[in-house]
């Protein structure tokens, strides 16, 4: 079956740090990757996604490049702020299939001024 | 992307309870889902509901406890029955809008006390 696995949270930064949420994933077939983040209490927003290898998905500074021979979708980011403290949820839905995606357990990420 | 509204968006129940949630999108889709999060956890299906037929449920979720509608392509609402404080949760509707991607409403926050 498939899975996601995501790093341990919480991930904890200084502002303008760097940030790595690593993501790897195991599927049957050809998946679609998915980064969404939940803000503090609020719901599930799609940040980016990626449909096919070697995929770049971007949005807000954040990237993830969909690597198939190792089978991961990182989440990047060049420098964090404050209002990127959130939980990252790392996700995979295959393609042509039900849609119903398989969530990995979530990343919290803390900024700190 | 498509505007998905839930409401309640919080509420405090008393036990024995139920409550029902309501979800509306602002475009027509086939596929809709119900999720819960507990404190602290990633996302649990619940229940896929497509219009004009009966609502899929996972395992571990029963139709007497969590009873579905889905009476036409743009509303689902999900009923929590005779509510216990193990029901406290986030309970999240989302839809297939095209993509390959579901998209999410803001959530409804249930404290059962």
Known sequence: ?????????????????????????TATGYPSLFWYVQYPGEGL??????????????N?????TYRKETTSFHLEKGSVQVSDSAVYFCALSETGGSYIPTFGRGTSLIVHP | SAVISQKPSRDICQRGTSLTIQCQVDSQVTMMFWYRQQPGQSLTLIATANQGSEAT?????????????????????????????????????????????IYFGEGSWLTVV
């Open chain 1, 45 to 58: 927003q799609l940040l980016l996604k990626a449909t096919k290898a070697d995929d770049k998905g971007s």
């Open chain 1, 60 to 64: 807000k500074g954040f990237e993830a």
């Open chain 2, 57 to 101: 449920y996972e395992s571990g979720f029963v139709i007497d406890k969590f009873p579905i509608s889905r009476p036409n392509l743009t509303f689902s609402t999900l009923t929590v029955s005779n509510m216990s404080p193990e029901d406290s949760s986030i309970y999240l509707c989302s839809a297939y809008i095209g993509g390959n991607t």
């Open chain 1, 1 to 25: 079956g498939n899975s996601v696995t995501q790093m341990e949270g919480p991930v904890t930064l200084s502002e303008e740090a760097f940030l790595t949420i690593n993501c790897t994933y």
